[in-house]
Structure formats: structure tokens, C-alpha cells
């Protein structure tokens, strides 16, 4: 069995009380860290995720300024609020729920937020600072595999890293972050050709590719790092890209699912969100 079961809920209670301490230090100079989520549509899901963000919110000391829209909500109006919210001191990291509602321009809504605002690291700027290497927010699942990694002592330095998917909310910016942290990156997707090959050159593999229990014995190198950033619903069951059971046996270190890189995302937005308010003071 690997040597380290990565536990994410334990790093993302610590990431948070990170964040915590502060937000403190902000509220006591008289600044109250604020987070708006808009969330548009009824999916439940996202109405969820909104739910425990809120909770993240109070754990941390972070205010709330969430923003429900029924799922007609017009173009104009969605970016009305997120005007709204770019205006309002109050308000230090706006972050869109996606996805949004089919008949809306998702990233027109995104470009329309505030880059100093943009708590999640999707916006154009964010990405583009974030690949010329300069500081900005980093999204918050990437993010929050490289702070796993840190938390374990894993330095990505001069390893073979290998992503199996390249969407822009996950595997680009994992690529580019691992690539700033000195791996050697190669980013895999649907055609790779013998994908199995090309991820046993990896020393720390990651699979965010949306395909339950894919990734299995057969794909990784003994003694490999292997992070399982999936998240598929398999009946009433949770379950990674990874075949948890097969590859932990080889692997030196593994993220479970639930409980591995889950957690850190929604940390990791409290963190960018308690950064976002710093910068605002500082920028005063
Ligand atoms: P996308 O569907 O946007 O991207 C999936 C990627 O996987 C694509 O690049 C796709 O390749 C690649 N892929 C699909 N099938 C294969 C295959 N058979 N072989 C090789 N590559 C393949 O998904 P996301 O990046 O948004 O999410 C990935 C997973 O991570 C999902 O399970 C999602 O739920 C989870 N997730 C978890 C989060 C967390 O907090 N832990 C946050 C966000 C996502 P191609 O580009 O060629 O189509």
C-alpha cells in the first residue's frame, strides 16, 4: 500500500485556518474580508457547493454577498450584478458559479469581473499573468493539488509530471503551475496516442479527465505520486478518474476520493479571497 494516503480534508482545515488568522489581522485594521458567489439556475449541485462555500465563508471570517438568479436570468442583467459587485468596496473576490445556464455567455461573465476581484483565476488576465509567471490568483483546483504536494514535501522540481486532461479550469493550469514549479510537464488528453506509456514515464501523475476509475495499475510507475483531481457520480457513490484500490498497492502517494483534492478547492478559494482583500488594502 502507498506510503502516504494524501489526506486533503486535514491540509484544507490548515489552509483555512491559514486564511483565518488572516482575515483576523484584516478585521482588526478595520477591513472584513468579502466573498460574492453568484449563482445562477437551480441546478443542485451548484446550489450545494454554494451552501458549503457560505459555511467556508463564517469557518474563515470571510462575509457573504451571494447572489441567486433564476436560470432566465438575461445577459444584461447577469453582468449588471457582477458591475454591481466590481463597484462595491465591500466585495473583495467575486466568484461565478459555473456552469451557467446554456443561453448565457459564460466568458463574457468571466472577462466582465474585475481581474484584482477574480477569487477563482479564470479570468483572461489571471491566466495570462499566470503564464508569463507573474503573481495572480490561481484557479483553486490547481492550486489546491500544489499545496497538497507541499503539504507532503513533494517537490515537484526536475520530476516527469504528467496531466491526463487539458480544460482550461483544470489541466492547463495545473500543466503551467507544475511547470513553475520546475517539473517537466507533458499534458495528455482524449488523443494521446498509447496514454498508458506516456503515464508511466511520470513520477507524479495527475488524472483530471472525468472518466470513473480509469486511470489503473497499468498507467502508473511503481513508487509514482499519483493525484486523482476526478470527481464522478457512480450511483449514489463518489468516485475519481483513478482506480483507487489497484493503484494504491504501487503508488508512494495517493489522493483518495472523496477527501483528497475535493477539499482544497474550496479552501483555496478562501485563501485567494482573504489574498484579494490584502491586495486591496495595499493598493490603498
Ligand atoms: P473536462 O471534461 O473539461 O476535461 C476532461 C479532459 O480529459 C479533456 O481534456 C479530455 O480530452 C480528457 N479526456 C477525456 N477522456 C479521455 C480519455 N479517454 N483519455 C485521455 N484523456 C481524456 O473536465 P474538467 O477538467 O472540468 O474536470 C475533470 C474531472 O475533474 C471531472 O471528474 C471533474 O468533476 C473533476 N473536477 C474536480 C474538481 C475538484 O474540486 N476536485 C474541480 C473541477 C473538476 P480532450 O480535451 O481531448 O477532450
Do not use: W
Not at 472584513?32 to 463564517?58: F, H, I, N, Q, W
Not at 472577462?111 to 483565476?121: F, L, M, Q, W
Not at 500543466?175 to 488528453?189: G, M
Request: hydrophobic share 45%; aromatic share 2%.
Amino acid at each position: 500500500m502507498a506510503d502516504t494516503i494524501i489526506d486533503g480534508k486535514a491540509v484544507a482545515a490548515r489552509v483555512r485556518a491559514a486564511a483565518a488568522l488572516r482575515a483576523r489581522a484584516l478585521r482588526d485594521a478595520g477591513i472584513e474580508p468579502g466573498l460574492a458567489v453568484v449563482l445562477v439556475g437551480d441546478d443542485p449541485a451548484s446550489g450545494a457547493y454554494v451552501t458549503m462555500k457560505e459555511r467556508d465563508c463564517d469557518e474563515v471570517g470571510i462575509r457573504s454577498f451571494d447572489t441567486r438568479l433564476p436560470s432566465d436570468t438575461t445577459q444584461e442583467t447577469l453582468e449588471g450584478i457582477i458591475d454591481a459587485f466590481n463597484e462595491d468596496p465591500a466585495v473583495h473576490g467575486i466568484l461565478l458559479q459555473l456552469p451557467i445556464p446554456r443561453h448565457l455567455d459564460t466568458e463574457s461573465a468571466i472577462a466582465r469581473i474585475s481581474p484584482e476581484k477574480d477569487v477563482d483565476g479564470f479570468h483572461p488576465v489571471s491566466i495570462g499573468r499566470m503564464v508569463r509567471g507573474l503573481p495572480a490568483a490561481h484557479a483553486c483546483t490547481p492550486e489546491g493539488v500544489m499545496e497538497l504536494l507541499r503539504a507532503c514535501d513533494i517537490d515537484p522540481a526536475g520530476k516527469r509530471a504528467v496531466v491526463v486532461g487539458r480544460s482550461v479550469l483544470v489541466g492547463k493550469p495545473m500543466a503551467l503551475l507544475l511547470i513553475e514549479a520546475n517539473a517537466t510537464v507533458t499534458v495528455c488528453h482524449s488523443r494521446t496516442v498509447d496514454l498508458p506509456g506516456v503515464c508511466r514515464e511520470a513520477d507524479i501523475l495527475v488524472a483530471a479527465i472525468g472518466r470513473p476509475g480509469m486511470i489503473d495499475e497499468t498507467y502508473v510507475k511503481p513508487g509514482a505520486i499519483v493525484i486523482d483531481v476526478g470527481i464522478n457520480r457512480v450511483g449514489d457513490r463518489l468516485v475519481g478518474d483513478v482506480a483507487f484500490d489497484r493503484v494504491a498497492p504501487i503508488a508512494s502517494a495517493i489522493t483518495p476520493v472523496p477527501g483528497g483534492v475535493g477539499p482544497m478547492t474550496r479552501a483555496i478559494l478562501m485563501a485567494n479571497t482573504v489574498a484579494a482583500a490584502e491586495a486591496a488594502v495595499e493598493s490603498k
